[in-house]
């Protein structure tokens, strides 16, 4: 029921003169659904924001919010506070409450009112509250989105730690999932890192990598070239037998490169070939 | 290929991390007939690389994952679709080492020696359906 626009709204004007109260109100409803994990202070400007934006567009009916030009500011402030949110781990739930404490404030203010106008000025902004509280919801997903992303780029730099296990041996660790983009990386970081430390071995293991596929078996075989251009020897170690079956079954050739079941099989292959071995103490004298 | 599908997971291939999801499925569904671990290797690296191919090749598509049962047991089935050019010469796409790309040619002829069962359809210009069983042992 749109509000007529030749008499003055009626609602838009109590809240106006209320604003003090009902952002107090407000503030207090809010605060409670989120049980302390925003200080008041926090919150009360918040929410005096998102009052500020919203008083000028009260008498507004719901379908406006996503094309009407006056919501522009509304809708930004609205999204920055779900992000906010999202940011401090609360939940879509959480942040849209925030929103829809409002009705319970306004019913307040208007409890004691029985013009049918008025009540009718109510619904419509009932549900206006309602899209904005769903807005909530897009902007909190979509901040969240923004947040995995960025892990995925850290998860890039910080699971591909190059370690030096012996004067001039340098190994990798690869985890998980290999996919091109993290390839991309380690080879990257052994390589300066072989220069860097001028190691003449460097032993790529893949004990925690869970499937070996043509693309994974392609990223190591360049990074042993690399490795190899660059004057040092790469071995590929931790292939375990279902590993191993399954690069036969694929018919990739891994040629003339070393590879070992174990990291240690591969360390005693590095030390050996520098003229070192491991031997008991008690033997050495003998 | 007719066996009586238990349950059926779809999902769209649209960037990389979608075959790593792909990839987790499969290896979940895997895990839930019983594979064996080598078995299990196989499939989600036979899967790995068919949606790679799905991705790169057909330009995105959708994998169908189904946990199937023939009478006697029960196996993995996956379903690679794409509208993408379509391959023009199948016998010569299943060649090891041929390759229409940089790759190492082996994706999908190692793929059908990864699996039970291998279904390759293409239309050029029209796309590709690959279809691939796991049985368990």
Redesign the interface.
């Known amino acids: 029921m749109p509000a007529n626009a030749d008499r003055a709204h009626r609602l838009s004007g109590l809240l106006a003169d209320n604003a003090g109260t009902l952002l107090q109100r407000w503030v207090q409803l809010a605060g409670a659904e989120l049980q302390g994990r925003l200080t008041v202070a926090e919150l009360e400007r918040d929410l005096r924001e998102l009052l500020d934006t919203l008083l000028p567009v009260a008498g507004r009916q719901a379908a406006d919010v996503r094309t009407g030009a006056d919501f522009t500011e509304l809708n930004t402030v609205l999204t920055e506070l779900s992000r906010r949110r999202a940011r401090q781990n609360l939940t879509p739930t959480e942040t849209a409450s925030s929103v829809f404490a409002l009705k319970q404030a306004v019913f307040e203010l208007t409890e004691q009112d029985d013009d049918p106008a008025l009540f009718r000025e109510l619904i419509t902004f009932s549900s206006l509250l309602d899209s904005l509280g769903l807005l909530t919801f897009e902007a909190y997903t979509r901040a969240r989105e923004e947040v995995i992303n960025e892990q995925e780029v850290q998860l890039l730099e910080l699971t591909t730690p190059v370690v030096k296990i012996w004067e001039g041996v340098l190994a990798v660790p690869l985890v998980g999932t290999l996919d091109s983009g993290r390839t991309q990386v380690v080879m990257e970081k052994l390589l300066q890192s072989l220069v860097d430390t001028g190691s003449e071995h460097a032993i790529i293991d893949i004990t925690g990598v869970l499937a070996v596929d043509t693309q994974v078996a392609q990223h190591l075989l360049k990074t042993v070239v690399a490795a190899r251009l660059m004057g040092a020897e790469c071995t590929i170690s931790g292939i375990r037998p279902q590993i191993a079956q399954t690069i036969v079954a694929l018919g990739i050739e891994f040629g003339d490169i070393t590879t070992k079941a174990t990291l240690a099989d591969a360390l005693r292959h590095a030390l050996r070939s520098d003229g070192l071995s491991v031997v008991r103490r008690d033997q050495v004298g003998a | 290929m007719n066996h009586a599908v238990r349950e059926t997971q779809q999902m769209d291939i649209r960037i ?2 979608d ?2 999801r792909v ?1 987790q499925v499969v ?1 979940e569904c895997a895990q839930r007939v019983k594979l064996s ?2 078995d ?3 499939l ?2 036979a899967a ?2 068919l949606a ?1 191919n799905t991705l790169l090749h057909g330009g995105g598509g959708h994998a169908t994952i189904e946990l199937v049962h023939d009478g006697r047991r029960s196996g993995v089935k996956a379903t690679f679709r794409d509208e993408g050019p379509g391959i023009p010469d199948i016998a010569l796409a299943l060649v ?1 080492g041929w390759t229409s790309g940089s ?2 040619g ?2 999908l ?3 059908r ?2 699996v039970d069962e291998f279904d390759l359809a293409s239309q050029p210009g029209k796309g590709t359906n690959v279809t691939v069983v796991k049985w368990a042992r």
């Open positions: 990389d991390s075959v790593v990839r290896r671990l080598v299990q290797t196989k989600v690296t790995s690389e790679r090891d790759g190492l082996l994706g002829s190692g793929s020696r990864l």
